[in-house]
């Protein structure tokens, strides 16, 4: 069965310094990976989604993540942190069986100016 | 604007009552979800429906109900059987064209129990 860990439920990183998100997945057959960004009292929003095409994948603002499988790995990163980064991110994979995303528990990415 | 609303923002549930979660898209989306979100927890899968009259159970349909009718309308109810009900619940909605997992996701009801 698939399964994600995010590591880290919460990352603090200055204004203007790299944003490094962790996120390692399990699945038994090639997946789709997905990162998704949440503001307080409100949904999710897609940032961006692997599936299977180019191993880097650029999202919006300014998000980016890179497939590895020999890590089993998707972290997100973004070059440069900015106030209204804070939220919490949370990664998904799916084994392409249609209907089934599931989430891991979620970072809280905080922002210091 | 195509969109997913979810209603009400807030909710709140005396003890022994049902409560109806509304959610309606106008993506014209074959797919749509019920997941409950608690905090450190992710989201867990409630149910689901790829088509009208046609819904399958999630990770964690016990003490809920779901009827679609429409396929605009997946709405949620939370039944006395629920003895834990206080959380956000997010609705969202895919499309077979776009692969059915990339999912879009309504703005949250919060459920809280009185």
């Known amino acids: 069965a698939q399964s994600v860990t995010q590591l880290g439920s919460h990352v603090s990183v200055s204004e203007g310094a790299l944003v490094l998100l962790r996120c390692n997945y399990s699945s038994s057959v090639p997946p789709y990976l997905f990162w998704y960004v949440q503001y307080p009292n409100q949904g999710l929003q897609l940032l961006l989604k692997y599936t299977s095409a180019a191993t880097l994948v650029k999202g919006i603002n300014g998000f980016e993540a890179e497939f590895k499988k020999s890590e089993t790995s998707f972290h997100l990163t973004k070059p440069s942190a900015h106030m209204s980064d804070a939220a919490e991110y949370f990664c998904a994979v799916s084994e392409g069986n249609g209907n089934k995303l599931v989430f891991g528990a979620g970072t809280i990415l905080r922002v210091k100016s | 604007d195509g969109g997913i609303t979810q209603s009400p923002k807030y909710l709140f549930r005396k003890e022994g009552q049902n409560v109806t979660l509304s959610c309606e898209q106008n993506?014209?989306?074959?797919?749509m979800y019920w997941y409950r979100q608690d905090p450190g927890q992710g989201l867990r899968l409630i149910y689901y429906?790829?088509?009208?009259?046609?819904?399958q159970k999630g990770d964690i349909a016990e003490g809920y109900s779901v009827s679609r009718e429409k396929k605009e309308s997946f709405p949620l109810t939370v039944t006395s059987a629920q003895k834990n009900p206080t959380a956000f619940y997010l609705c969202a909605s895919s499309i077979q064209g776009e692969g059915w997992e990339t999912q879009y996701f309504g703005p949250g009801t919060r459920l809280l129990v009185l």
């Open positions: 429906s790829q088509i009208v009259n046609d819904f």
């Open positions: 993506l014209n989306h074959d797919a």
